[in-house]
T-cell receptor, first 108, second 114 residues
Framework: KNEVEQSPQNLTAQEGEFITINCSYS?????LHWLQQHPGGGIVSLFM???GKKKHGRLIATINIQEKHSSLHITASHPRDSAVYIC??????????FGGGTRVLVKP | DTAVSQTPKYLVTQMGNDKSIKCEQN?????MYWYKQDSKKFLKIMFS???????INETVPNRFSPKSPDKAHLNLHINSLELGDSAVYFC?????????????FGPGTRLTVT
């Protein structure tokens, strides 16, 4: 079992819908990252969290340290949000451990 | 003004060859990383350097050797390439290693071994 589990693995939404991606981890962490990988392959850091909630545009990320769980929400989804979203945690040894990614497809 | 750049973007080579991938960052960061993304799109840390010093060395075959001539560069040399080395390799950098620092990724190098 991977230390970082994401759900769902795949998600299809209609434009405008609210999207939630979940990330659960099993180890103590110092930070959690949400990354976006577009079909072209490039990886962009969306958020880095150690507690609470962060918002950037239509994206919201939350983390519950006690429950070892984080969520990434996309409000008013758009086809350009179609990408793979990856959760990664920074644990012992200062290295990132990655989830398997959630492939999101937003249809117009 | 690319923050983290990698060359080449694509690399096709035959088994047994030796190849290098170069990475440069112009962000003034102290820490650089190499990640491997396999065919199932799963990312995994390979190496991390902090101020030119090797800090993280995962269970990677010793055919893979990172080299950091200065803080801005972290190159990856691969000897005796095997079919299983085919993957996308990402370089990344961050301000430091121990803190909650954001990581900036390069565009990736798709390595195909035939």
């Amino acid at each position: 079992k991977n230390e970082v589990e994401q759900s769902p693995q795949n998600l299809t939404a209609q434009e405008g819908e609210f999207i939630t991606i979940n990330c659960s981890y099993s180890v103590g962490i110092s930070a959690l990252h949400w990354l976006q990988q577009h079909p072209g392959g490039g990886i962009v850091s969306l958020f880095m969290l150690s507690s609470g909630k962060k918002k950037h545009g239509r994206l919201i990320a939350t983390i519950n340290i006690q429950e070892k769980h984080s969520s990434l929400h996309i409000t008013a989804s758009h086809p350009r949000d179609s990408a793979v979203y990856i959760c990664a945690v920074k644990a012992a040894g200062n290295k990132l451990t990655f989830g398997g990614g959630t492939r999101v497809l937003v249809k117009p | 003004d690319t923050a983290v750049s990698q060359t080449p973007k694509y690399l096709v080579t035959q088994m047994g060859n030796d190849k290098s991938i170069k990475c440069e960052q112009n962000l003034g960061h102290d820490t650089m990383y190499w990640y491997k993304q396999d065919s199932k799109k799963f990312l995994k840390i390979m190496f991390s350097y902090n101020n030119k010093e090797l800090i993280i060395n995962e269970t990677v075959p010793n055919r893979f050797s990172p080299k950091s001539p200065d803080k801005a560069h972290l190159n990856l040399h691969i000897n005796s390439l095997e079919l299983g080395d085919s993957a996308v390799y990402f370089c990344a950098s961050s301000t430091g290693l121990a803190g909650p620092y954001e990581q900036y990724f390069g565009p990736g190098t798709r390595l195909t071994v035939t």
